[in-house]
């Protein structure tokens, strides 16, 4: 299993949200480009980023930096998401070096452009799932869209995506564990990576999800890694030993 670093992006810097809230922010870092490289440094084999204000707007904002840090570590893979909506958007950052694209609400509000998408750009789609219970949350979180977060990961899994990315909204940013049970179950119900997300805390998470008798792919974390109470490089070596 992975374990992958996450750099949030608002207003050009590294943050956190709690429960993905704008006003509820903490800023970890004025050069998100010296935290990439910090992960990288710590022996990081995927990065996640995230533009928070492209999330929001429904369009690119942070996309110079990203690029940066795409141009830096070519070798490192890199998932992004947030404000993803459009074959231009994708096609641009794919260009930039980013290797997987995350399609968040618009896999939701147009579950057929994720279909045209996977057939344009094989092995890069990635659909970010934000649930909260067992509902899938769009427009930053903002809104309840109605729909089932296994349906819709099954549905997606049929169209050809790489893997699901699924985050528990009440758990993100709050330090309160994993939510093991919606993960292990999403990852019963379909055959591609399925990537935790939301409430990582410290290594008893990281072993409950090698020893969860699931498949799961990838584990991101944030708030635990910049503020100490995981110990990123520490986390990947257990993870190493758990799955051998």
């Known amino acids: 299993m992975l374990i992958i670093p996450a750099i949030d992006l608002k207003n050009g810097k590294c943050v956190r949200l709690r429960q993905g809230r704008m006003n509820e922010e903490t800023i970890f870092a004025d ?3 010296l935290m990439a490289q910090r992960w ?5 084999r995927r990065l996640h980023i995230v533009d928070l204000d492209g999330a929001f707007s429904g369009r690119p904002i942070n996309s110079a930096i990203i690029a940066e840090i795409a141009r830096e570590y070519p070798h490192i893979p890199i ?3 947030g404000g993803i909506r459009n074959e231009e958007t994708i096609e641009a950052y794919l260009k930039s070096g980013i290797s997987y694209v995350i399609l968040g609400t618009v896999a939701v509000t147009d579950p057929v452009f994720v279909e045209y998408a996977c057939g344009m750009f094989p092995g890069k789609i990635l659909v970010g799932l934000d649930a909260r219970g067992d509902q899938i949350a769009i427009e930053g979180w903002e809104k309840n869209s ?3 977060v296994i349906e819709m990961a099954q549905r997606f899994e049929h169209f050809g995506v790489q893997g699901i990315v699924y985050t528990d909204i009440i758990r993100d940013g709050m330090m309160t564990g994993v939510n093991l049970d919606a993960t292990v179950a999403l990852a019963h119900a379909v055959q591609i990576p399925v990537i935790a997300s939301g409430g990582i805390t410290h290594l ?24 100490g109470t995981l110990d990123f490089a520490a986390a990947q070596r257990l993870a190493d030993e758990l799955n051998g």
């Open 31 to 33: 050069d998100p480009r």
């Open 40 to 44: 990288v440094n710590a022996g990081a």
């Open 79 to 81: 998932q992004l998401g």
């Open 146 to 148: 109605g729909q089932s």
């Open 204 to 227: 008893g998470d990281i072993h409950n999800l090698c020893r969860a008798k699931a498949p799961i792919f990838g584990a991101i974390t944030v708030r635990a890694i910049y503020e």
